[in-house]
């Protein structure tokens, strides 16, 4: 998929980053969400980031969240 994003004035940025990340897990695809930095000043004027200026996570981060397995037995 690439990566993807959507800005944070978007109201369901959670939903949508839980459904692109769901497609991706249903077809055993990779995506990277768009973007996480911890400056003031925007990149390209967007404000897609994951992280606040002061490194705090946006309430709508945790839909990033997916387990992964490091080791498998057997």
Same mark, same amino acid.
């Given at each position: 998929?690439? *990566?993807?994003?959507? %800005?944070?004035?978007?109201?369901?940025? @959670?939903e949508?980053? /839980? $459904?692109? +990340? &769901?497609?991706? &897990? $249903?077809?055993?695809? /990779?995506a990277?969400? #768009? *973007? @996480?930095?911890?400056?003031?000043?925007? #990149?390209?004027? *967007?404000?897609?980031?994951?992280?606040?200026?002061?490194? /705090? *996570?946006? %309430? #709508? !981060?945790? @839909? +990033? &969240?997916? %387990?992964? @397995?490091? $080791?498998?037995? !057997?």
């Amino acid at each position: 998929i690439g *990566e993807f994003g959507a %800005p944070n004035t978007v109201a369901q940025k @959670a939903e949508f980053s /839980s $459904a692109v +990340l &769901d497609a991706a &897990d $249903a077809r055993r695809a /990779s995506a990277m969400a #768009w *973007e @996480a930095s911890m400056s003031d000043q925007l #990149w390209n004027h *967007e404000d897609f980031s994951v992280t606040t200026s002061d490194g /705090s *996570e946006r %309430p #709508w !981060g945790a @839909a +990033l &969240d997916r %387990p992964v @397995a490091r $080791a498998i037995d !057997g």
